[in-house]
């Protein structure tokens, strides 16, 4: 089983959508979570960290619930230029932080 | 704006060939790390870095050496090139999380390519 899972996509959806993503992560010590975006050929970029509360970015919502290990990144009112791949990332510690493979969004007009 | 620059976008070597990939940030970072990329298997962390001359493996570490003899550089080497290290070839660098933000600055990629 992979350290951190995510839905395997792809995911095409219409301008306007509301779009979610889900991630599981296996090791409980991990500490910090983000979400990192993608575009094709370029190199990631962060889009959010995740906050144990949840936390709210825009159209872009990031919730993580420790009890069952996953986290999940919500997209409301989706644009063309939201298309990319959407990266899930674990930290145990400084050092070592774990990629999901990464989810493919299309978003069509 | 934080920058993290590696040498080469695109790179092209010979089976058995000694690599040098090349990683540089400006933003005094202690960690730095190298990671592959393919597609199917993600990102997958070859070597990091949490201080000069400090190196820790990663996941995939065989095949591969790194140098970080100043802060801000970090090198990756391929020993001997193989077919199967090509691949995508991502550096990164982040502050230590103990001292804040510890979002993961990348930089453009190299793609490598061994024939």
């Known amino acids: 089983r992979k350290e951190v899972e995510q839905d395997p996509g792809p995911f095409n959806v219409p301008e306007g959508a509301t779009v979610a993503f889900n991630c599981t992560y296996s090791n409980s010590a991990s500490q910090s979570f983000f979400w990192y975006r993608q575009d094709c050929r370029k190199e990631p970029k962060l889009l959010m960290s995740?906050?144990?509360s949840g936390n709210e970015d825009g159209r872009f919502t990031a919730q993580l619930n420790r009890a069952s290990q996953y986290i999940s990144l919500l997209i409301r009112d989706s644009k063309l230029s939201d298309s990319a791949t959407y990266l899930c990332?674990?930290?145990?510690?400084?050092?070592?932080?774990?990629f999901g493979d990464g989810t493919t969004l299309t978003v069509k007009p | 704006d934080v920058k993290v620059t590696q040498s080469s976008r695109y790179l092209v070597k010979r089976t058995g060939e000694k690599v040098f990939l090349e990683c540089v940030q400006d933003m005094d970072h202690e960690n730095m790390f190298w990671y592959r990329q393919d597609p199917g298997l993600g990102l997958r962390l070859i070597y990091f870095?949490?201080?000069?001359?400090?190196?820790e493996k990663g996941d995939i570490p065989e095949g591969y050496s790194v140098s970080r003899e100043k802060k801000e550089r970090f090198s990756l080497i391929l020993e001997s090139a193989s077919t199967n290290q090509t691949s995508m070839y991502l550096c990164?660098?982040?502050?230590?999380?103990?001292?804040?933000?510890?979002?993961?600055?990348f930089g453009q990629g190299t793609r490598l390519t061994v024939v």
């Open positions: 995740v906050y144990s």
């Open positions: 870095s949490y201080d000069v001359k400090m190196k």
């Open positions: 990164a660098s982040s502050l230590d999380p103990g001292q804040g933000a510890a979002e993961a600055f």
């Open positions: 990332v674990v930290r145990v510690n400084a050092g070592k932080s774990t």
